[in-house]
Antibody, heavy 126, light 108 residues
Framework: EVHLLESGGNLVQPGGSLRLSCAAS????????MSWVRQAPGKGLEWVAM????????YYANSVEGRLTISRDNSKSVLYLQMNRLRAEDTAVYYC???????????????????WGQGTTVAVSS | SSELTQDPAVSVAVGQTVRITCRGD??????ASWYQQRPGQAPVLVID???NRPLGIPDRFSGSSSGDTGSLTITGAQAEDEADYYC???????????FGGGTKLTVL
């Protein structure tokens, strides 16, 4: 069974740091791009960052660029999100999600995020 | 543009049909996928960007697209379909992802 399990969420003071992990199982992790998506209390989904299957390419939402870093260890099937200089507005449930891409007509086509973890909660408060 | 716009709330009577829409410039180049999120749960993909249903999603869920708008249609809504629904796509540049603001579906 395909499964994603996040961990590492905690209460942290403004300006502090935290590292989230997402352990993948049931699929060949190194073949898939991955994303982090967050949801602030009572709010909608917000895409945070994505990383290519080989880890060579990363992209970030403007709101987190320079403070959050996505990475992966394909040998361990684990996705990470290093969170530095945290702010109150980073308070959210953080989900990791597997992206599905396939070749269609010679071009790579983004199908969406087909597997999600259950989320881990980050609270930034003094 | 990196915005996707959804109506905040929609209601439907049990057994009736409802359409939830998602609008944005990026949808002229990329296609929308759709997610259902029940309270306290993680999102679930219900329609992918080719407008197909993943395994296990009931066939009352369907998707379509035209111009700058993507649509999720539930034909014969059931009580268990009451949830928040989000669209998602790539942004106009292609490298970032973007979610719509979400639509709260109430089944009466």
């Amino acid at each position: 069974e395909v499964h994603l399990l996040e961990s590492g969420g905690n209460l942290v003071q403004p300006g502090g740091s935290l590292r989230l992990s997402c352990a993948a199982s049931g699929f060949t992790f190194s073949n898939y791009a991955m994303s982090w998506v967050r949801q602030a209390p009572g709010k909608g989904l917000e895409w945070v960052a994505m990383i290519s299957a080989d880890g060579d390419r990363t992209y970030y939402a403007n709101s987190v660029e320079g403070r959050l870093t996505i990475s992966r260890d394909n040998s361990k099937s684990v996705l990470y999100l290093q969170m530095n200089r945290l702010r109150a507005e980073d308070t959210a449930v953080y989900y990791c999600a597997k992206e599905r891409w396939e070749l269609l007509g010679g071009n790579w086509f983004y199908y969406g995020m087909d597997v999600w973890g259950q989320g881990t909660t980050v609270a930034v408060s003094s | 543009s990196s915005e996707l716009t959804q109506d905040p709330a929609v209601s439907v009577a049990v057994g009736q049909t409802v359409r939830i829409t998602c609008r944005g410039d990026s949808l002229r180049r990329h296609y929308a996928s759709w997610y259902q999120q029940r309270p306290g749960q993680a999102p679930v993909l219900v329609i992918d960007a080719t407008n197909n249903r993943p395994l296990g999603i009931p066939d009352r869920f369907s998707g379509s697209s035209s111009g700058d708008t993507g649509s999720l249609t539930i034909t014969g809504a059931q009580a268990e379909d009451e949830a928040d629904y989000y669209c998602n796509s790539r942004d106009s540049g292609g490298n970032h992802r973007v979610f719509g603001g979400g639509t709260k579906l109430t089944v009466l």
